[in-house]
């Protein structure tokens, strides 16, 4: 008799802008009772959605499906790390950020063949002081937006637009020190994302050659736009060219210390959190294991000469 794959499906109701009171009957009907033994669980506060995580790892199951945002994705996936149960991701929040950049699809039923196909790659994450990251965590502009529609029902992109919009004319960026072992750059800043995947999320690409199986952060320092920098570096943001914008400094490390003038909000995976002035932000190579689409090519972790090579590459 073969034995049946344990599943925990752990479902946030108010990440992003769908609906998800069928998403219980859809799983039933995809996954062959047969096969698998699907627990089903609703978050009822923030987080609940590790605290379901953590429990599955010592109920041995097998895979942790997080159906949400990517604030729902970071909270399960970061319980998560280290251990040998897998992160399935149905995409149903506003950005979706690593599910983007995995290849995973937005529609639930697409994303849950995904799960089915039961392919597993590791992939790095990031740790900022004490929290983990997946995608992206940073300071300035996009954190400040991030706080500013934090808590929002209507999460859409006419919202983001218009706040981000309020913020531009009301930020004054701050000067940073961004210190990494390839050295160190002093300046002000629009924005400083350190990227571990290629994308804020909308598919807004703030890093477009970051590599989530590199064992490195693409460190991505947008010096200060004037309002009439800001057509051309948009469209570049959601092109994929953002690093050929003249205003954006890139560096290629595992391993970054960031000051800044006063302590404030800085975002981790798009959720508005409070740090001090200094911040350190560190990569962990394939340290979580996920389910994606059987495309997405298997990688191993590079050897120190190769991964020398690829950081002196970037200088």
């Not at 149960?85 to 849950?112: C, E, F, H, Q």
């Not at 952060?217 to 051309?232: E, F, R, Y």
């Amino acid at each position: 008799m073969v034995q049946k794959k344990k599943i925990y499906v752990i479902i946030n109701p108010k990440s992003g802008t769908s609906a998800k009171q069928n998403i219980p009957h859809k799983i039933a009907e995809a996954f062959d009772p047969y096969k698998f033994d699907v627990h089903i669980f609703i978050t009822g506060y923030p987080g609940h959605g590790s605290e379901i995580a953590t429990q599955a790892i010592k109920d041995k199951a097998d895979y942790v499906v997080a159906v949400g945002g990517d604030g729902t994705v970071n909270e399960v996936g970061g319980a998560l790390v280290g251990s040998d149960v897998a992160l399935g991701i149905i995409p149903m929040g506003s950005g979706n950020g690593l599910g983007r950049d995995l290849n995973i699809p937005t529609d639930p039923k697409k994303a849950m063949e995904i799960i089915l196909e039961e392919n597993i790659i590791s992939i790095d994450y990031g740790t900022v002081n004490d929290r983990i990251f997946l995608c992206t965590c940073g300071v300035g502009f996009d954190a400040e937006v991030a706080a500013k529609v934090s808590g929002r029902k209507n999460r859409g992109s006419l919202m983001y637009l218009k706040n981000m919009l309020e913020i531009f004319f009301q930020q004054k960026p701050q000067e940073y020190i961004v210190t990494c072992p390839e050295g160190t750059i002093k300046d002000k800043a629009f924005v400083v994302t350190c990227a571990n995947a290629s994308q804020y999320g909308y598919n807004a690409h703030i890093a477009p050659h970051a590599d989530i199986q590199d064992g490195l952060m693409n460190v991505a320092i947008l010096k200060p736009l004037s309002i009439l920098d800001v057509p051309q570096t948009s469209l570049q943001l959601f092109t994929k060219k953002i690093d050929e914008n003249s205003k954006m400094v890139e560096l290629l490390t595992n391993e970054v210390t960031i000051i800044r003038e006063q302590a404030g909000v800085m975002h981790i995976d798009g959720d508005p959190v409070e740090m001090g002035k200094e911040i350190h932000v560190k990569i962990i190579p394939f340290g979580l294991k996920v389910l994606v689409p059987k495309k997405l090519q298997k990688k191993h972790p590079l050897d120190p000469q190769e991964l020398l090579l690829r950081v002196l590459g970037s200088i």
